[in-house]
């Protein structure tokens, strides 16, 4: 897991977004992909991030707080997320333990060949989980505590687009679901909206206590993933080798705007009554102090270069003022 390697990955995204204007159009271009969110602190905030930006006492600029955009199709958003979102979750499963309400987590997906599109399977899969969640059936099975969705998209060559639903459920310790009922059911509601789903792969349960949480905000982990999980690869590998994938990367964006990929754990943390402030924090802000003076960032600023400058100094070894302007020169 690395904070560096989520830059980089924004860094090509935000290169890709910008040289495939048209593909990201209602997107400003891709800066929206940056951010939508302004916070400013003593000096002007490029509107294109969010940051907290200080002048020190010896003239230079810190960066505080450097959080990307707010969306997990953002690589440096979903580093931070993901990891705020474990440690809500592994609070809560927490909290819910002494309840007696054990976690269970629930992985439903559907078959799809190569050429069908990520916005048909997901749209499938969206409709499939309506019919799933809903009526007489879930009334009478729901979990005593909100659900969380999750929501993963993989892709390979042999297979295509493999868009799937990871859910994670709390039950009474002494009364587990009927995971057998609950796999005929979907498998039913795929088939009724005229997809195919079998039994053995479309559903798929486990409870491993303590561990779910981590695994159901896994995001985190796959930036450090040398390799795909069963041969998918993630957008964030996509990113890695933009060019080699950018057929998928531009699909990916257009079908999975305004997409949420995350449901339910405000209304968990509500139903246990947890809230942000329970939570013990694990790590500060993640600061850096540049070799630039107040002049020079409000140069940047005035030519919305700041957020570029922040990337050029993660990317390459000794970074300045003089050095990036040579780089923009070239």
């Known amino acids: 897991m690395s904070l560096l390697h989520a830059y980089r990955l924004q860094h090509n995204l935000r290169r890709f977004a910008l040289s495939h204007p048209s593909a990201f159009s209602r997107e400003s271009q891709g800066q929206r ?3 939508r969110a302004v916070i400013s602190h003593v000096l002007p905030v490029p509107s294109s991030s969010r940051v907290n930006v200080y002048a020190c006492d010896d003239g230079r600029v810190r960066y505080s707080s450097l959080l990307d955009a707010n969306s997990w199709r953002s690589p440096v958003s979903a580093y931070y997320k993901s990891i705020e979102l474990a440690r809500r979750l592994e609070h809560c499963t927490s909290v819910a333990a002494v309840r007696g309400l054990s976690p269970v987590m629930v992985t439903l997906t559907l078959r799809h060949s190569r050429a069908d599109s990520l916005l048909s399977v997901l749209d499938l ?9 809903g009526g007489v059936w879930w ?5 005593p505590l909100p659900v ?3 929501l993963e998209i ?13 859910l994670l459920c709390f039950f009474p310790s002494d009364a587990a679901p009927d995971l057998e009922d609950w796999r005929a059911r979907w498998v039913a ?3 009724r909206l005229g997809g195919d789903a079998l039994p053995d792969v479309a559903f798929h349960a486990s409870s491993e206590g303590d561990a779910l949480p981590s695994y159901v905000s896994k995001l985190h982990l796959e930036f450090a993933m040398p390799h795909s999980k069963r041969g998918g690869l993630s957008i964030y590998h996509m990113l890695s080798s933009p060019h080699a994938y950018e057929g998928q990367i531009i699909e990916f964006y257009a079908a999975t705007r305004g997409v949420h990929f995350i449901g339910g754990v405000s209304q ?9 402030d329970d939570i013990p924090e694990e790590a500060a802000a993640w600061d850096l102090v540049l070799s630039l003076t107040v002049d020079q960032y409000l140069y940047l600023v005035s030519h919305d270069l700041a957020v570029d400058f922040l990337t050029h100094c993660l990317l390459v070894p000794s970074p300045s003022f003089d050095n990036y302007l040579a780089s923009l020169a070239s």
């Open 154 to 166: 993989t892709w390979s060559p042999a297979n295509g687009w493999h868009p799937h639903l990871h």
């Open 125 to 133: 899969l969206r409709q499939a989980w309506r019919y799933f969640s």
């Open 148 to 150: 969380v969705r999750r």
């Open 189 to 191: 509601a795929v088939k």
């Open 33 to 35: 992909i940056w951010d």
């Open 268 to 276: 968990l943390m509500a139903a246990l009554g947890v809230t942000d």
């Open 139 to 143: 009334q009478s099975r729901r979990p």
